[in-house]
């Protein structure tokens, strides 16, 4: 690893561990000491990541927008294809239609029942409405990419957060039915669409009202987004229980940021399904060491809870 000393005198050559990702950062210089956090003329107060957890967002972030080029390039193909093709026929249409109008009449009449036989009058409808369709959506998104950069954190947030806390309302309290919350929630995805913890508690709702296959598609949509969100980690960890895909579920622990004890309780169960006692009881001794004296207990209360079978 490339080593950086700090360039200013008074932070004493201290090793710059640290990038600034503050979006208020007005500092040329965002490669940074502890000091740079720590010093008013600086960084003070910013947000910060280690430089491992920035090129980890920088690769995921690639993983990600390889997989949408990757999209574009057979989507284009595709509708290249479906359209020369469309094209085409058409073509053929209009030239038969027009031989049609200057051919004498007796001649070809056996032909004029097969130009019936395609109804492409009936067709032609049909396909504008689909692609006029296709239209307002690529509308939607244009609009989505130019005014992401213009929104107001601040302002979203607060109206976010206000959607949220109605949702749990009705989650938490019933204060409405599940129903109702992903009314609600549908409300600030229409503002955020990729407000993760608005997706999760919608995933919830989906699981709770028995909507499995919807929730499933909207928990991976919100990894996609965000592979360290401890909501959408969780939901994806007890899909895939679920699922009985065991491996794959061990690895969602090791994804959070921060150590998370519903998590770990998942990924015992994983090792549990496996038949891996020895990981098993490094693990729980690892978790009680880090979670404290009453992680067995509450495992255990966890165990009682289960119903992934
Ligand atoms: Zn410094
Ligand atoms: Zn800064």
């Known amino acids: 690893m490339f080593e950086i000393k700090c360039q200013y005198a008074e932070h004493n050559e201290q090793q710059c561990l640290f990038i600034c990702v503050d979006p208020a950062c007005t500092s040329k210089k965002r490669i940074a000491c502890f000091q740079c956090f720590q010093d008013q003329k600086y960084h003070l107060n910013h947000q910060g990541l280690t430089i491992e957890e920035f090129q980890q967002k920088v690769n995921f972030r690639l993983q990600n927008l390889k997989k949408l080029q990757t999209f574009l390039r057979q989507f284009k193909e595709k509708l290249n294809f479906i359209i020369s093709q469309w094209e085409e026929d058409i073509k053929k249409l209009i030239f038969k239609g027009n031989e049609y109008l200057k051919t004498e009449y007796n001649t070809i009449f056996v032909k004029i029942d097969d130009y019936y036989r395609y109804e492409s009058d009936q067709t032609v409808p049909f396909l504008k409405f689909q692609l006029e369709k296709m239209q307002k959506k ?21 109206d976010i957060n206000e959607i949220k806390a109605k949702a749990m309302n009705m989650i938490i309290k019933k204060d409405g039915s599940y129903e109702d919350a992903i009314q609600q929630l549908n409300k600030g995805l229409k503002i955020d669409p990729v407000n993760c913890s608005l997706i999760s508690l919608k995933s919830t709702c989906l699981i709770n009202i028995n909507q499995i296959e919807k929730a499933k598609i909207l928990i991976n949509y919100a990894f996609d987004i965000n592979q360290n969100d401890e909501t959408v980690l969780l939901l994806k960890s007890k899909l895939m229980l679920k699922e009985k895909q065991y491996n794959e579920c ?12 519903y ?11 496996l038949n891996y006692h020895q990981e098993y009881q490094k693990f729980k001794q690892d978790c009680e060491n880090l979670f404290g004296n009453n992680f067995n207990k509450e495992y255990e209360d966890h165990q009682k809870m289960q119903t992934y079978d």
């Not at 690529?138 to 607060?158: Q, R, S, T, V, W």
């Not at 061990?250 to 004890?261: A, D, G, Q, R, V």
């Not at 998590?263 to 399904?273: G, H, I, M, N, T």
Request: charged fraction near 35%; avoid cysteine; aromatic fraction near 16%.
């Open 263 to 273: 998590l770990a309780f998942q990924k015992l169960d994983s090792l549990q399904k």
């Open 138 to 158: 690529i509308d939607k998104i244009k609009k989505y990419i130019n005014n992401f950069k213009y929104y107001d954190k601040n302002l979203l947030a607060k």
């Open 250 to 261: 061990l690895k969602y622990y090791e994804l959070s940021i921060e150590p998370n004890k």
